[in-house]
């Protein structure tokens, strides 16, 4: 049971997130479901400032690529070998931009890129959920952390002197 008292903090900012980002996305017709892949990259990349850039930075690259095939695919005849070729393409620059530390999360860029393509090649549409899923990660993570110190009782911190005496 203490394994899951350890997920609360976690587990209720996440919920209740996920809950308010789908109301809003639908209301505001947004692409609901590839800000939870953004968020998924974000704590698979490690959270934090570390996980927030370089899942942000995976995704984004992976949508551009995308685009890039996308781009491809109007310009030649968009044949099934056509898309195969630029698929094999994309999925070797994908690996070997993670030679920069920024894009070193290989997953993110592979997400980015289906999303993309998941999306309908929805430019716009796919970078703005992105960015969502990203700005939610960092949430979750902060307010998870505030939430499980409350269940967990960890002690306030002692009044100032100044705190005392008003």
């Known amino acids: 049971m203490s394994g899951i008292k350890a997920l609360l903090g976690i587990g209720i900012s996440v919920g209740v997130l996920?809950?308010?980002?789908?109301?809003?996305?639908?209301?505001?017709?947004?692409?609901?479901?590839?800000?939870?892949?953004a968020w998924a990259c974000f704590f698979a990349a490690g959270?934090?400032?570390?996980?927030?850039?370089k899942g942000l930075a995976a995704?984004?690259?992976?949508?551009?690529?995308?685009?890039?095939?996308?781009?491809?695919?109007?310009?030649?005849?968009?044949?099934?070998?056509?898309?195969?070729?630029?698929?094999?393409?994309?999925g070797f620059i994908l690996c070997i931009e993670a030679a920069l530390p920024?894009?070193?999360?290989?997953?993110?860029?592979?997400?980015?890129?289906?999303?993309?393509f998941g999306s309908g090649f929805d430019l716009s549409g796919a970078l703005t959920a992105?960015?969502?899923?990203?700005?939610l990660g960092i949430i979750s993570e902060k307010l998870?952390?505030?939430?499980?110190?409350?269940?967990?009782?960890?002690p306030q911190p002692a009044p100032t002197q100044d705190a005392r005496t008003a």
Do not use: C, H, K, R
Not at 18 to 37: D, K, R
């Open 18 to 37: 996920a809950g308010i980002w789908t109301y809003a996305s639908v209301e505001l017709t947004l692409i609901t479901w590839i800000a939870f892949v």
């Open 47 to 53: 959270g934090g400032t570390t996980g927030l850039a």
């Open 59 to 90: 995704n984004v690259a992976g949508v551009f690529w995308g685009w890039v095939i996308s781009q491809g695919l109007e310009t030649v005849s968009a044949s099934t070998l056509a898309l195969a070729v630029m698929v094999t393409i994309v």
């Open 102 to 116: 920024l894009l070193s999360f290989i997953p993110g860029g592979f997400a980015g890129t289906a999303v993309f």
């Open 130 to 135: 992105i960015v969502a899923g990203a700005v």
């Open 144 to 154: 998870g952390a505030m939430i499980q110190s409350a269940v967990d009782g960890a």
